[in-house]
């Protein structure tokens, strides 16, 4: 939500949405500009104390089937780490497949990278299944290879199918050393535990933030404009990838946000072009980030629309065509993320709580695959506690759909209403089943998109609010 790639303050910009709005109250997320040159992520000023900045992945990243048969591997470029993956999603890149290492048909072919399709061991789309198999004695192969942990499984590469394992029958004369890695590319997730996260600051995942959160969502580096607003053929993933990686090796969810967001997209795109250009910018996403859980598909289609709309499929017979299409492609590109659509005010006031209900059912009408109904939650300090609940229930009750809360925050002054409005809001959300998760947007004094929702300063003093709510969580 932040204005982090800096062409417009960000009161003004909270201003120009909220007139866009035409709502009585806060507006959805700062515009970053349509001609971004994305990737910079520079959010007011240098990394407070404490940031952390993984190393920058350049080039492609790794994929399963590197190595050749009873061969060393090495770790070939290429692609988003895939194959068949161990469970839980923790681990990137391709490390072997094939020959291995020269042992029997290739130890856990199809690669390091993907996952079993959920957050932990005996989630779906594929399983354990077939774990290290693929040839178990060095002579004669008795076995055929069954591939690795099977999961998303080789989404770029098929984990070593060229890999024979041994020709020579130090694999197995039939060994294919994991042929079959590709076996969990239709898996589905396994279903996601509640989660409460938070998002980067300033552009940088701090070295604090797996104390406290359990999900990240990429405050301005995932928006189309901050990837490619350098051009068609131009993609700035360096932000990304540093964010990416410490997720995954941290156990933490990763969501993106978002993909279509009518205030922010490169200005090269379209009514002629927007098809290709969006379809092309979701599978290179995808490929690039397989363990991506949840996505915000459409951000905030009540408000500023995309000036490529009509080349998306317009209102078309549902009145938001162009919204189930892109769900629809996301989900060619993302086939095991949560997709969502994102928009504000939706829980604070009558007009947009009606009108998201609305749109919500039109689309799942035509057939989109929507998961969930993103409510941004910015004001919800300045809505009764009864207010709230009851337009968040409406929702979950009229659409058939869980509820994320996504980009909470209270911007109060004084901590002691602010921790009471905290203690109020999660509560409830936490204790409602159909809220699926919740994240606050911003958690540093100083460092967020509105004034006075910060909960802890940059030397690590918690306001009360945060301090209540760790131990809520048992955190």
Not at 61 to 85: I, P
Not at 443 to 460: C, E, F, K, P, Q
Not at 462 to 468: D, F, G, H, M, V
């Amino acid at each position: 939500m932040t204005n982090q790639l800096g062409l417009l303050p960000q009161s003004l910009v909270g201003c120009a949405l909220f007139l866009l709005a035409g709502c009585g109250s806060a507006a959805g997320e700062p515009q970053a500009g349509p001609s971004s040159t994305g990737g910079t992520d520079a959010g007011g000023g240098s990394g407070g104390s404490g940031a952390t900045s993984v190393a920058s992945s350049t080039g492609g990243r790794q994929v399963g089937g590197a190595a050749g048969s009873g061969g060393q591997s090495s770790e070939a470029t290429g692609g988003q780490g895939t194959g068949g993956g161990q469970t839980g999603g923790t681990a990137s890149g391709g490390q072997v497949s094939g020959g291995g290492s020269g042992t029997t048909g290739g130890r856990a072919s199809g690669g390091r990278g993907g996952t079993t399709g959920g957050e932990g061991a005996g989630e779906t789309g594929g399983g354990q299944a077939g774990a290290d198999s693929g040839g178990t004695d060095a002579t004669g192969g008795t076995t055929s290879g069954t591939g690795g942990r099977s999961g998303r499984g080789g989404r770029t590469g098929t984990g070593g199918a060229t890999g024979t394992g041994g020709a020579t029958g130090t694999g197995g004369a039939t060994g294919t050393g994991g042929a079959s890695a590709a076996a969990g590319s239709t898996g589905t997730a396994g279903p996601l535990k509640k989660w409460f996260g938070n998002i980067d600051t300033r552009g940088s995942i701090r070295s604090d933030f797996a104390s406290m959160w359990d999900q990240f969502s990429p405050e301005n580096a995932g928006k189309w404009g901050s990837v490619q607003g350098g051009g068609q053929s131009s993609f700035n993933w360096n932000s990304l990838d540093r964010m990416y990686d410490y997720c995954t090796q941290n156990n933490i969810i990763f969501k993106e946000h978002c993909f279509i967001w009518g205030a922010q997209q490169p200005s090269w795109v379209n009514n002629s072009n927007g098809e290709t250009a969006v379809k092309a910018w979701m599978k290179a996403f995808c490929d690039r980030y397989p363990n991506t859980r949840v996505i915000d598909v459409v951000n905030e289609p009540l408000h500023p629309q995309p000036a490529y709309k009509e080349g998306i499929g317009g209102a078309g017979s549902s009145g938001w065509d162009w919204i189930v299409n892109a769900l629809k492609w996301a989900k060619e590109a993302c086939p095991n993320a949560i997709l969502v659509v994102n928009d504000y005010n939706t829980i604070e006031y009558s007009s947009e709580n009606g009108r998201i209900i609305s749109l919500v059912n039109a689309v799942k009408n035509a057939g989109a695959p929507i998961d969930a109904v993103g409510c941004q939650s910015h004001d919800i300090a300045k809505v009764s506690q009864s207010t709230m609940t009851s337009y968040g229930q409406k929702i979950i009750d009229q659409t058939g759909l869980p509820l994320h809360v996504t980009e909470m925050d209270i911007g109060i002054a004084d901590d002691n209403q602010q921790a009471q409005r905290m203690k109020e809001f999660v509560t409830w959300a936490w204790g409602n089943e159909d809220i699926t998760g919740v994240t606050y947007w911003g958690y540093i004094v100083g460092a967020t998109w509105r004034s006075n929702t910060g909960l802890m300063t940059d030397s690590g003093s918690k306001r009360p609010a945060l301090t209540w709510l760790l131990d809520f969580l048992g955190r």
